[in-house]
Every structure is written in C-alpha cells, then in structure tokens.
C-alpha cells in the first residue's frame, strides 16, 4: 500500500541521512521541538527518531528504498510546497515567492502564468489571503528544516497545467482555455485540485512516523491542510459548483490509480459531501507516486508533466505506474 514505505526503510533512511547533527538541530528550532522534552526523547542522536519522521510527511513511493534519503523525502514536501505557495501567492498580491526563498540543490526553474485575482467577495479574499500566508509559512519551515540540503524551486506552471487539467476532465472543450486567476469561481476551482490532494498525501504517511513528537508536528500540518480543502469545498458548494467539481473530483481519480481516493463536493443523492472520507469517516491516504501522477497530470511512471514541467527536484520525482 506504501509503495516501499516500511519500518525499515524509515531506518536505512535516517542512517542515510545527508543531514549533519547542525542540520538536525536546525530542523528542531524550525519545528519549535528544542528543549528538555525533545532531549530526553534523544532524538539530537542517531537513532530512530530524527528530522527524518517529519520528512515522511511528503515521502515517496517511487525510486529503490536503497536510494532514497530522509533528506531527499523531505525536499519531497517541499516542491509541493512551492507549487502552492506560488498559486496563491500570486493570486493575492500578483507576485510569488522572495528570491530568498526559491534557491537551494538543482535546477531553479520560472513561473508561468499567475497574477492577481479581483475577488467577488469578502470571505473569498480573505481565504486566499490567509492560505497564501500559510503555504509560504511551510515554505520557510521546510528550507530551514533541509539547511544546506534543501532543493531550489523547480519549473512550475500555473498556465498550461491548468487548461490540460480542465480538458482532461470535460470542464472545457479542446481548444478553449481555463484560466484560475480570471475569477473567484475560477481560482476556487483551481485551489480545489491542490487541497483535496495535499490532504491525502499528508495523512497516508501518518502512520510512518514513529515518534510521537514528530507526529505531533505532522497532525498540525495535516490539520491546516484540511482546514484549507474543508474551506474550498464549503465554498464551491456555496457557488453552486458542484457539478464542475465531480468532473475534476473523477479526472484525479483516473490519474492515481484503481482505488476511488476521490469525492466531489455532493453525493450520490445531491447532498452537502463536505469532508470527503470512507465508511468510517476516515480520510484517505495518497502515496507520494501517486500525488505526482496528479501534479504530473499522467497516469503512467514518468519524471515531469502538468505543473512540473520539467519534474520536482530531488531523488523522489517519479509518479506511480498506474496506466
């Protein structure tokens, strides 16, 4: 089910790790986990509690367990990081990310598309504002938690990837365009196909992470991430979008494999479907190959697509074999 994500590669992982003991201790302050609590766990040592656990939040199916790195898990999360600090950002202010907060190991990469959207109302704006905020916030913990080891925003696109997106699931026809930005409704529809995923990758890797400290700082990231989908799809539902949502709800479902992973915003009954879970009303969990199969917008094993037009940085970069 974890596509390779088992107690241990957890432990070759962190033995593996590229980061030093200034890196970890770095990772610690950024994590606000300093202190007599975090070192009577002993997790300033080698063992199996290190900035790894954390890492596993954006882990990886793709790739051989002998190759990957906690480190290289952890810049994972942050190339996700990047594409929707961007998207938003550039939405409420018409500019991106600081140069300070996009260098780092391999290749920096532009940003298509994306300015400034003239919000229709009031709790739309302030949404966007507050999200744009939270998602440079996991930016900035991210790049402290990797120090030296952290990768440089890759190429993303906020243009094409979009129209593809829409295509695909019959929102538009071949050769009309969709464009996030242009409105509210429009800009809602596009953070839809973030959130929803971001999600379901964070709470797959729950159950990897072995420390309770650690965990603890994962919930908190998962539980802002719900916050945000549960807002967009009150929203769209508000809207009156709710038919356009199945159709993208149905186009991420193809992409990630058999297993229905996604629901729109109504039932099968035309009922408010606000938080998408199974019979247990437990949320579902995404490997990390297939979050690429979405960002990537391919359902086969490939390097780049969609909105990484020339692939995230890093060891894991590889969407899951689902075509």
Known sequence: MFHGFTKKFLHDSIERSAENGMDRRRFLRAAGLTG??????GVLGAGVASASDLSLLGGSGSGSE?????????NFALNLEYLEAEFYLRAVTGAGLADSQIDGRGELGGVTGGYKVSFETKIGRQYAEEIAQDERAHVDFLRAALGDAKVARPAIDLQDAFTAAATAAGVIKAGETFDPFKDETSFLLGAFIFEDVGVTAYK??????????????????????????????????QGGAADV????????DSLDGPSDLDQGIVDGNGNANIVPADENS??????????????????????????????????????????
């Open 282 to 323: 437990i949320a579902y969990s995404r490997t990390p190959g297939q979050v690429l199969n979405i960002a990537y917008l391919n359902p086969d094993a490939v390097t780049s697509g969609g909105f990484f037009p020339a692939g995230v940085n890093g060891e894991v970069n590889t969407s899951d074999a689902n075509g």
């Open 36 to 41: 007599a609590g975090v070192a009577g766990l």
């Open 66 to 74: 002998n190759a990957v790195s906690d480190a290289a898990v952890l």
């Open 204 to 237: 797959g890797a729950a159950p990897l992470v072995s420390n309770k400290t650690f965990l603890e700082a994962a919930a908190g990231i998962l539980a802002v991430e719900a916050y945000h989908a549960g807002l967009v799809r009150t929203l769209l539902l």
């Open 245 to 252: 949502v199945g159709l993208i709800s149905d186009a991420r």
